[in-house]
């Protein structure tokens, strides 16, 4: 890198330079004639010069317009543009001087004006020189900078970390909860740098690297963070992004002295984050090939490779998509340990609220643990989001402290989005609407498998939802059995069906409801090996990275024949689920009628209210069969009467 950075700047440097001399030549300069001793001599003789300077190696002046008919032919005259009739104008020339004693006798005789000119005045050519170059260096250095290289031309190659050391970052294990697992991982790094003898004395050597997995805002930097505060060694902190420049070499000249500076200030640690910016598989592509890249990700490997263990010196990194990383990364003596730091469970997300609920002032009704159990699914980043959120709301009001009101509205806020209190609906839309949440909300109930419903709401929020039915899972969960996926599916085609029920006729606002259906019966079809026709056969990759919601769209890897059965399996699902949620709401019609109204009147209904009509509906639908059953018994008594 060197070599080529020494090469560009001596290239650079010519190309100034001769752009120097032609705006000195051709541009600052004006066009000077030369001529031969003896046309200045013959001109002198007839008085056609003016203004000579006699120096010590030529002789210089100007020529009137008299004498550029004896230089020149009229052609040529006509050729330069320049008119013997204009007799203000001067055309300056030179001419060698050479020894000749009677040139200043001729010179008094003729009337000409001259002078002496002992030395040449050597400040105006420094400076015509000096100031071109200053102006070429400062230009370049600023491109430099705004190209973000280093700060300046001389630190192209710089490594671009931040330094912490001891705890400047103003974090320590402390402020990390509800990924104890991972933290516990990394609190043995910090001791394996603070007292390697503990671990060498077996043969043991600390290992190389530490890869920090997981979702974004579960905390991979934060707990980078905590290593920084609790090591008290130096801490180089950067970017993947921040290594790779416009320039081939840049980003391997920075690996090399990020290095470097990591081993002189040993025992240190590095890390890098958002790894996958920079150590992106090679040959992934040959049309997204980037030189620049490769050569980083290979200077990288080869620095991982040439320093001792012993040194003490551990690489950490993080990176939220791990699937697209070098194989060579990954291998043992490169990131020995790869950490993952996952989604926190109910009792993980009590702790992080409760760490992040320490700095808003409380009512002594919030309850952290019922909390918890309304975010499945939150990262730290969304719970720390939500404590924000409440206690802004409550500032808003007014209020002296945080309630369980703003935290439930936060909760909303960060799934369904702003309430759009100023969108008016008809009151057909809006009766449209409370069927459909209510379709959802008692298929919900009642469809074995399915999550509780917690609220139900029919008051527009973010930027397509018109009412949301909102569940929450009692524990988190990790499998899915096959009942439990069509009680999914049940429950999300419920309010298709209460308006297929009440009005006889489909609104538009069930296409999402049918694009999630749609998805969890493909997904049963084809990867879960859900199927009969099709057996267990996974006939698709991954939809979707790991970690990220990215869609990726793999090519088939099956016939047509094959695609037909897909397509008539995952209708038989939809057809089914279908069914189900309407045989449900046709057993409980009256409920159905009884929430809609309920919620057109409130546009709010919570659990308890919905689990009253069902309690009352249920006592009178046993009444009734009673009833009914009681009925045919007297009938038969009467029968065996007669």
């Known amino acids: 890198m060197e070599k080529r950075q020494q090469e560009f700047s001596i290239w650079y440097f010519v190309a100034a330079l001769i752009l120097i001399l032609i705006i000195q030549n051709f541009l600052q300069s004006p066009h000077v004639e030369s001529l031969n001793y003896s046309q200045f001599k ?123 050391i001891e705890k400047k970052t103003g974090v320590t294990f402390a402020d990390v909860e509800g990924i104890d697992e991972a933290k516990d991982e ?46 008290g060694v130096a801490f180089f902190s950067i970017s993947g992004s921040d290594f790779v420049e416009m320039f081939v070499g840049v980003g391997a000249a920075r690996v090399r002295d990020l290095f470097a500076q990591a081993v002189e200030h040993a025992p240190s640690i590095i890390f890098i984050d958002e790894l996958d910016a920079l150590g ?144 008016v609906m008809s009151a057909q839309e809006k009766k449209t609407v409370a069927y459909h949440e209510s379709g959802h909300a008692l298929v919900a109930e009642l469809v074995p498998g399915a999550d509780p419903v917690s609220k139900i709401s029919i008051i527009p929020r973010g930027m397509a939802a018109l009412g949301y039915t909102q569940q929450l899972p009692t524990e988190d969960r990790y499998l899915m059995t096959r009942s439990e996926l069509l009680g999914r599916v049940s429950v999300l085609l419920g309010g298709r069906v209460a308006e297929e029920m009440v009005f006889g006729d489909v609104s538009s606002g069930a296409q999402n409801d049918l694009q999630r259906a749609t998805e969890i019966a493909r997904t049963m079809v084809t990867q879960f090996g859900m199927s009969e026709k099709l057996g267990l056969v996974s006939l698709e990759g991954p939809r979707t990275p790991l970690f990220l919601p990215i869609p990726t769209h793999a090519p088939k890897e099956y016939s047509e024949e094959t695609a037909r059965l897909i397509d008539e399996e995952v209708k038989k699902i939809i057809a089914q689920a279908h069914a189900k949620a309407r045989e449900i709401l046709g057993s409980h019609r009256s409920a159905l009628e009884e929430l809609a109204k309920l919620l057109l009147e409130k546009e709010v209904v919570e659990r308890p209210e919905l689990q009253a009509i069902l309690k009352v509906r249920s006592i009178d639908s046993a009444k009734e069969k009673k009833r009914q059953a009681g009925g045919r018994e007297l009938e038969g008594l009467e029968e065996k009467k007669e």
Do not use: C
Request: aromatic letters at 6%.
């Open 42 to 164: 013959a001109l002198v003789k007839k008085g056609l010069v003016a203004d000579l300077v006699i120096g010590e190696a030529t002789i210089r002046g100007n020529l009137k317009s008299e004498a550029l008919p004896e230089i020149f032919p009229p052609e040529k005259l006509k050729e330069l543009g320049q008119d013997p009739k204009d007799a203000k104008k001067a055309y300056p020339f030179v001419t060698v001087k050479v020894s000749d004693p009677d040139l200043t006798a001729e010179l008094e005789e003729a009337g000409i004006s001259f002078r002496g000119e002992v030395s040449a005045n050597w400040l105006p050519t420094v400076l015509s020189w000096v100031v071109p170059v200053v102006l070429f260096l400062f230009l370049w250095n600023y491109l430099f900078k705004r190209m973000g290289s280093g700060g300046s031309m001389m630190q192209v190659g710089k490594s671009r970390a931040k330094v912490y």
């Open 186 to 231: 990394l609190v043995e790094v910090v001791e394996f740098l603070k007292h390697p003898e503990k671990y060498q004395r077996l043969g043991g050597h600390i290992p190389k690297g530490v890869l920090l997995l997981g979702p974004p805002g579960t905390g991979k930097t934060l707990l980078a963070r905590a290593v920084a505060g609790e090591a």
């Open 280 to 423: 992106k598989a090679r040959g992934m592509s040959v049309l997204t090939s980037h030189d620049e890249r490769e050569q980083t990700l290979n200077q990288l490997l080869a620095e991982m490779d040439g320093f001792n263990p012993n040194q003490g010196v551990i690489i950490m990194a993080a990176t939220n998509r791990p699937e697209i990383l070098d194989p060579a990364l990954l291998r043992p003596g490169r990131f020995d340990r790869q950490v993952l730091v996952d989604r926190p469970d109910i009792k993980g997300r009590e702790k992080i609220l409760r760490l992040h609920a320490k700095k808003i002032k409380l009512s002594p009704t919030v309850d952290l643990s019922v909390l918890a159990a309304k975010t499945p699914g939150f990262v730290g980043a969304d719970l720390a989001n939500i404590v924000n959120e409440a206690a802004l709301l409550a500032a808003r009001q007014g209020k002296d402290a945080v309630e369980m009101t703003d935290f439930d509205e936060a909760i909303e806020r960060v799934i369904a989005g702003l309430q759009k209190k100023s969108r």
